[in-house]
């Protein structure tokens, strides 16, 4: 592999839902409370892929079920950095959520780690 700036990230199948959601505050110029309505374009479905050379270095999968407030009831992410694995899981609702993890090996390959994070940044990024 040679150092030259030629890496790639794509992301690909994006699927997005709307969210509405108030906020409350203080504003001091009308000297009440004001409550505003906002509206969030949030990805409920995405592949990113990593690419250097040309060669596939890791593929993620995202995908996610929330309400129409925007809170999760079921997300699967699984990472692939070959010869990694990486697959995490959230079911359920109210208090009750169910939640796994799982290795097939540890993967050392910092870019996962950064884009399992950084996915709602990365939506983000892209769309603008």
Known sequence: MNMQNNAEIAM????????????????????????????????????ITEKVDGATLATINYNSTITENGFPTAFNVSADVPPYNINTTLNGSGTKFQTQLSFKKIAPHYLVSILLLNIPRIWKILKD
């Open 12 to 47: 690909t199948n994006i699927q997005t839902t709307i969210v509405l959601y108030t906020e409350e505050y203080w504003d001091w110029e009308l000297e009440q409370w004001v409550t505003e309505t906002y509206e969030e374009e949030v990805p409920t479905n995405c592949k």
